[in-house]
Every structure is written in C-alpha cells, then in structure tokens.
C-alpha cells in the first residue's frame, strides 16, 4: 500500500512503513528541497513522466562501504595506465542525458524524465548532485551522477560507451570519496556490476541506522570540480 501524498506536503512517511517491494508514496511536489527531504531518509522517485510520481524505500539496501571496493586484476592495467582520464564535475548535463538514453535490459522507457532532470541540473548548482566523466582521446566515453548528503553518496545512474569506462570512474569516485571520509555509496538495488566491485547488501534497520547518523554530518556541498589522477 502506498501512501497519498498531497501537492503541498513537505514531508514523507517513516521509510520503514514501505512494501516489501520499497514503494512508500505516490504524489507530493518533485522539487530540490523535496528531493533533498526524500533522499536524507533514503527514498527516492521512481517512476516516468507517463506515471504518478512514485517514492521508494528499497529494502534490504544494496551499499557500497568504501573500504570493501574491489578492483579485479583485469582492471589494473586500465587504472594504472593513460588510456583513459577522469573528471568530476565537468560535464553534469551531458553525464544526466547519456545516462537516460543509455538502454537497459528489460527496462522500457526511463526515468530520468525532463522534469526530474531539471531538479538535478538545479542541484548540481548548488553543490547536491554531483557526476563523474570518464575520457577517452578528448570524448565523453563514461560516467556517472549522484547526490552527496553528509557522509553518504546516493548514486544515480552510470553508462559507458566503451568497455568498462563505467567501472574505471566508479572505481576512482570511490577512492576519491574515502579519501575524504565518505562512509557509504548507496546503490540503491543490487546488480552483478556492483557486487563485483564490493556492493553488499545490508539490512533496512542498518541502512536506516546510518542515514540517522547521516543527518547531522555536514554535506561537502560544492562542486568538485577536479582532474583525476589514474595510478593507484
């Protein structure tokens, strides 16, 4: 059952009152401050612009801890060579519009809709949402986007034009965040792709327990815009 919210509200039902599929809410106001409310306690929209506005609690939670990363032997010579080049911050929009024309297996559609983008180009202003580009001779060929609350950083979406440049610029956004005392990236559900990087799954009670805590971190909120480096 998912609980009516009205356009005016501004706040949202305890995350741990949703399904047990993750659904919460449907309706309220998409809007930054709705968006930064809804992601502090870990829901997030998932719907399309064709659809109500849907608000999800996916539980148990697929994380990533930071100092479980993963990097295969096969990806060594990619991080420690020069073929590929990173950024973050540099290229927001373009990130946002490869990641909602990427096609996904059996998923129709996106939702990544035009409203839901301008709420996040909004953030990328004020120093929220947050992506990372991968380059290759000078072209966008990866990335990915996210939102950056406190200590935990909710990803979004990822793609790659080329083999493995999605992996190679999560791999460097993870370090680049525990180097600077992020706790958690929050995956939100699981895939092959993120377990094989270390992404775990963790019970509701203990992802509601962190985000509790999450609360009163400041946020690292601006852009980073920085050039990557790529030996490890």
Same mark, same amino acid.
């Given at each position: ?15 741990l009152l949703a399904d047990e599929d993750g659904l919460l809410a449907m309706g309220a106001r998409l809007s930054s401050d709705t968006l930064l409310l809804a992601y502090q306690f870990g829901i997030f929209p998932w719907t399309t ?28 010579? =990619? ?64 990335? =990915? ?88």
């Open positions: 059952m998912a609980y009516f919210l009205p356009t005016e509200v501004d706040f949202f039902p305890h995350p612009a064709e659809q109500p506005l849907y608000w999800y609690y996916t539980h148990p939670r697929c994380v990533l801890m930071p100092d479980k990363l993963k990097i295969s032997r096969s990806m060594r010579p =990619l991080l420690n060579g020069n073929r590929f080049t990173w950024t973050i911050d540099t290229a927001f929009r373009e990130v946002m519009h490869h990641c909602k024309h990427t096609s996904r297996s059996g998923q129709e559609g996106t939702w990544i809709f035009e409203e839901l983008q301008e709420v996040f180009y909004d953030l990328h202003e004020q120093g929220y949402a947050h992506s990372v580009e991968v380059w290759e001779d000078g072209k966008l060929i990866g990335g =990915l986007y996210g939102l950056a609350l406190g200590r935990i950083f909710f990803g979004e979406s990822m793609f790659a034009k080329v083999s493995n440049a999605s992996k190679f610029g999560f791999i460097q956004l993870v370090r680049w965040l525990k180097e600077r005392g992020f706790w958690m990236i929050d995956c939100q559900q699981e895939t092959k792709h993120l377990v094989s990087l270390g992404a775990e799954m963790i019970s509701s009670a203990s992802f509601y327990g962190t985000l509790k805590k999450n609360i009163f971190q400041p946020s690292f909120q601006r852009k980073w815009t920085v050039e990557g480096t790529t030996s490890i």
